[in-house]
């Protein structure tokens, strides 16, 4: 079946401009994580999405947020751009909430925002 | 969630068993130690889990010590393929709060040689 989707794979902004990434999970998975993962910072949490609902949120600032579709597409959007928000952005989707006790994450590629 | 401490790096000669070990000397009783690896320009990507039994699967196997500290990631065969960083998690009870968010330390390089 196919994978967590991404899209674009990469993506130059401007300082001051705002993004919106994609992400297509697994069919049938209803739960979408966001990371961001730099050079200096590692892979970082963002946020959960499960059933349209965000459950979990990490220490990032509001211009960072996220929404789920009710087909479980997730998007996540960052306003007011800085040249530190270059980042991988990743996402994973999982079977959370669905009865599966030990559920794992399946990560997409990302998408590789650069901020000039 | 606990924290965790890998080595920076390790080498591995190619068809060799590569050992990566993990501190976790602060995991309470019902947290999980999971490994993932991320190959270059790549998601990360599932391996294994365990609570406290060891586990195996076509991956790898888990060894987790008795006082559940520490765990050995061993990937029986490595080949060139298996270079890649390796995070090893510890993540709270499912379907709880805590469980829905992975948190990745700096993870281990390892680094498969001919």
């Known amino acids: 079946k196919a994978g967590v989707t991404q899209t674009p794979r990469y993506l130059i902004k401007t300082r001051g401009q705002q993004v919106t990434l994609s992400c297509s999970p697994i069919s049938g998975h209803r739960s979408v994580s966001w990371y961001q993962q730099t050079p200096g910072q590692g892979l970082q949490f963002l946020f959960e999405y499960f059933s349209e609902t965000q459950r979990n949120k990490g220490n990032f600032p509001g211009r960072f947020s996220g929404r789920q579709f009710s087909n479980s597409r997730s998007e996540m959007n960052v306003s007011t751009l800085e040249l530190g928000d270059s980042a991988l952005y990743l996402c994973a989707s999982s079977v959370r909430g669905q009865g599966v006790p030990n559920y794992g994450y399946t990560f997409g590629s990302g998408t590789r925002l650069t901020v000039v | 969630d606990a924290k965790t401490t890998q080595p920076t790096s390790m080498d591995c000669a190619e068809g060799r068993a590569a050992n990566l070990p993990c501190n976790h000397s602060t995991i309470s009783g019902n947290e999980y130690v999971y490994w993932y690896r991320q190959i270059h320009s790549q998601g990360p990507q599932y391996i294994i889990h365990?609570?406290?039994n060891n586990e195996t699967n076509e991956m790898a196997s888990l060894i987790i010590t008795e006082d559940r500290k520490s765990s050995t990631l061993i990937l029986p065969h490595a080949t060139l393929r298996d270079t890649a960083v390796y995070y090893c998690?510890?993540?709270?009870?499912?379907?709880?709060?805590?469980?829905?968010?992975?948190?990745f330390g700096t993870g281990t390089r390892l680094q498969v040689t001919l």
């Open positions: 365990g609570l406290k």
């Open positions: 998690i510890v993540r709270g009870m499912p379907n709880t709060g805590t469980a829905s968010k992975l948190t």
